[in-house]
C-alpha cells in the first residue's frame, strides 16, 4: 500500500484480556519497528525486525508482549494478560534503508485497559 | 538518563515570531539525527535531517553541534501550521530511532 496501516484504530481491553495488533508495511519495505508511546512521551523502541527475523527485542517491557513477522510482511504484536501500565498508543514504522531518515509511521492502534 | 532530552515547553509564539529550541543526546557514537513533526493524536513524520554542517528547509533551520552533543531546530516566520510537537531524535546503532519527549510549540494570531 501507499503507506503503514495500523488496525485496530482504537482498542478497549479489560484487564486480562490477551489483545492482537497489526501491523501492515510499505511493500518492499524490509526493516520493520514497534514502538510505545506513553501520553506526553516520545516514542520509546519495543522490537525490530529485519524481514522475517526479530533482530532486536530489547524494548519489550516483558514476557507478555510478543511480536512476530512471518513472512516479512505483516506484523503482530500481542499483548498478553492485559495491565493498565499497556495503556498507550503502539506505533508501527517501516523503512526501505535503516539508518537513515526514510522511516514512514502508521496511525498507530491506541490501546485502553481498563 | 534517557538517550535523548529535550525541552518540553511549552513555547507560545506569536505568528511571525522565530522559535528555536534545542535537544541533547547521550551517545557520543550517534551518527545520524532528525527532527519528527507530531501532530495531536497523529504518528511521527520527518521533517528534516540533520547535518554536521547545519541546513535550512524553507522557514527551518537545523544545526548539529557534536562536540557539546546538541541539536537545534529554528522556525523563522512562524504560521499557525507550525503548531505541533517537535520530536527530536537520533540512531546510534545502524537502524534504531530513539526519540525525545518533545518540544510543544503553539503559534497564536
Known amino acids: 500500500g501507499a503507506g503503514v496501516s495500523q488496525s485496530p484504530r482504537y482498542k478497549v481491553a479489560k484487564r486480562g484480556q490477551d489483545v492482537a495488533l497489526r501491523c501492515d508495511p510499505i511493500s518492499g519495505h524490509v526493516s520493520l519497528f514497534w514502538y510505545q508511546q506513553a501520553l506526553g512521551q516520545g516514542p520509546e523502541f519495543l522490537t525490530y525486525f529485519q524481514n522475517e527475523a526479530q533482530l532486536d527485542k530489547s524494548g519489550l517491557p516483558s514476557d507478555r508482549f510478543f511480536a512476530e513477522r512471518p513472512e516479512g510482511s505483516v506484523s503482530t504484536l500481542k499483548i498478553q494478560r492485559t495491565q493498565q501500565e499497556d495503556s498507550a498508543v503502539y506505533l508501527c514504522a517501516s523503512t526501505l534503508r535503516p539508518g537513515y531518515g526514510g522511516y514512514t509511521f502508521g496511525s498507530g492502534t491506541r490501546l485502553t485497559v481498563v | 538518563r534517557k538517550e535523548v532530552e529535550q525541552d518540553p515547553g511549552p513555547f507560545n509564539v506569536p505568528e511571525g515570531a522565530t522559535v528555536a529550541f534545542n535537544c541533547t543526546y547521550s551517545?557520543?557514537?550517534?551518527?545520524?539525527f532528525f527532527w519528527y513533526r507530531q501532530d495531536c493524536r497523529k504518528e511521527p513524520k520527518l521533517l528534516m535531517s540533520v547535518y554536521s554542517s547545519g541546513n535550512e528547509d524553507g522557514r527551518f533551520t537545523a544545526q548539529l553541534n557534536r562536540a557539546s552533543q546538541y541539536i537545534s531546530l529554528l522556525i523563522r516566520d512562524s504560521k499557525l501550521s507550525d503548531s505541533a510537537t517537535y520530536l527530536c531524535v537520533v540512531i546510534s546503532n545502524d537502524y534504531k530511532l530513539s526519540f525525545g519527549a518533545g518540544t510543544t510549540v503553539t503559534v497564536r494570531a
Open positions: 551517545n557520543s557514537a550517534s551518527q545520524s
